[in-house]
């Protein structure tokens, strides 16, 4: 079983940074991906980024150049920092985790493990 903990969220205003930061507990070491996901009130759940066991990496289009996740083997603890936030990625952002090699890597039905999630909030 695997336990997902994510930290680091918090009040920022726009242009500021903040690193986000996800410890994975239990059985992680066949864990195939890594991921962050962001909730807005009201809307659906999407796709921030995404690692795999290889260091490949996938972004969502509206984050690309701004956002960067990396993944600490040796501390099993996911990143995603994220520079020049604006007001639109306001949320609450989950980590989530799968074993299986998913074709739609940024889509939320491919992973089985998550977060408790942590609040983003970046003011104007």
């Known amino acids: 079983q695997v336990q997902l903990v994510e930290s680091g969220g918090g009040s920022v205003q726009a242009g500021g940074s903040l690193r986000l930061s996800c410890g994975g507990f239990g059985y992680t070491y066949n864990l195939y991906s890594w991921a962050w996901f962001r909730q807005a009130p009201g809307k659906e759940r999407e796709g921030v980024a995404v690692i795999d066991i290889y260091g490949s990496t996938t972004y969502a289009d509206s984050v690309k150049g701004r956002f960067t996740i990396s993944k600490d083997n040796t501390k099993d603890t996911l990143y995603l920092q994220m520079n020049t936030l604006k007001p639109e990625d306001t949320a609450m952002y989950y980590c989530?985790?799968?074993?299986?090699?998913?074709?739609?890597?940024?889509?939320?039905?491919?992973?089985?493990?998550w977060g408790q999630g942590t609040q983003v909030t970046v003011s104007s």
């Open positions: 989530a985790a799968d074993w299986r090699v998913g074709s739609r890597p940024l889509n939320p039905l491919e992973y089985s493990t």
